[in-house]
C-alpha cells in the first residue's frame, strides 16, 4: 500500500515563529488532507488539498502531487497551535482507505 | 448541528465481553469510517461504508464488525474484546470522493 512519512516527528517551537511540516507519500494520489488532533483529542480538518495551494489564516499548504510532497506552513505560531498534526492521503486506485501518516508532534512554548 | 456523534466516550471492557460503539452523524454524508488509533501513531483504517447499504475491510478488520444502519448511523461491533482492541476508536464521515472529513470526538476503549 502506499507510504506516508512526515517530517520532523517533533518539533518545539516559541511562540511567534514560523514553521514548515512535510508530508511525503510514495504513490499517486487523489486525495490528500491535513489534520490537527488537539491536546484533549480531537481531530480537526485543516485543509483538503490533494494538488495546489491553500490558505486558511495562519495556517497554509501546499501540495505538488507530481513531485509526491506537501508542506504545511504555520505562521505566527501560537500555544493553541500545539497538538500533533497528521497528514493522510487516498492512493489512485484504493477507492475510500484513507492512509495517515506517522503524525508531526509539535509544542508552541508561550 | 452536531456533526458526527460517538457513544460512549469512555468503555472499560474485560476479556471476552461484547459492545457496540455507535456512531451518528447529521451532514446527510454519503460515507463513514471507523478507525483506531494508539499511542503515539497514526490512524489506521477498520473498516467503511462508502454509501448507504454497502460496507468494506479496511486495513486492519480482524475482530470487528460493523453495520450501515441507515444513512446517519454506523456502528463498531466487538463481539468477543481482547486486551489487543485497546485503543482510540474514532468515526469520520464525507460527503463523498474529494471531500474532507469530519470526525468524531472518540471512544476510549479498554480492555483488561
Known amino acids: 500500500g502506499i507510504q506516508v512519512e512526515q517530517s520532523p516527528p517533533d518539533l518545539i517551537l516559541q511562540e511567534g515563529a514560523n514553521s514548515t511540516l512535510r508530508c511525503n507519500f510514495s504513490d499517486s494520489v487523489n486525495n490528500l488532507q491535513w489534520f490537527h488532533q488537539n491536546p484533549w483529542g480531537q481531530l480537526i480538518n485543516l485543509f483538503y488539498i490533494p494538488s495546489g495551494t491553500k490558505q486558511n489564516g495562519r495556517l497554509s499548504a501546499t501540495t505538488v502531487a507530481t513531485e509526491r510532497y506537501s508542506l504545511l506552513y504555520i505562521s505566527s505560531s501560537q500555544t493553541t497551535d500545539s497538538g500533533v498534526y497528521f497528514c493522510?492521503?487516498?492512493?489512485?486506485?484504493?477507492?475510500?482507505?484513507?492512509?495517515f501518516g506517522g503524525g508531526t508532534r509539535l509544542m508552541v512554548k508561550p | 448541528n452536531a456533526g458526527v456523534t460517538q457513544t460512549p466516550k469512555f468503555q472499560v471492557l474485560k476479556t471476552g465481553q461484547s459492545m457496540t460503539l455507535q456512531c451518528a452523524q447529521d451532514?446527510?454524508?454519503?460515507?463513514m469510517y471507523w478507525y483506531r488509533q494508539d499511542p503515539g501513531m497514526g490512524l489506521r483504517l477498520i473498516y467503511y461504508s462508502a454509501s448507504e447499504g454497502t460496507t468494506d475491510k479496511g486495513e486492519v478488520p480482524n475482530g470487528y464488525n460493523v453495520s450501515r444502519l441507515n444513512k446517519r448511523e454506523f456502528s463498531l461491533r466487538l463481539e468477543s474484546a481482547a486486551p489487543s482492541q485497546t485503543s482510540v476508536y474514532f468515526c469520520?464521515?464525507?460527503?463523498?470522493?474529494?471531500?474532507?472529513?469530519?470526525f468524531g470526538s472518540g471512544t476510549r476503549l479498554t480492555v483488561v
Open positions: 451532514m446527510n454524508h454519503n460515507s
Open positions: 493522510a492521503v487516498e492512493a489512485g486506485n484504493a477507492g475510500n482507505m484513507l492512509t
Open positions: 469520520a464521515s464525507t460527503p463523498g470522493p474529494y471531500y474532507g472529513y469530519t
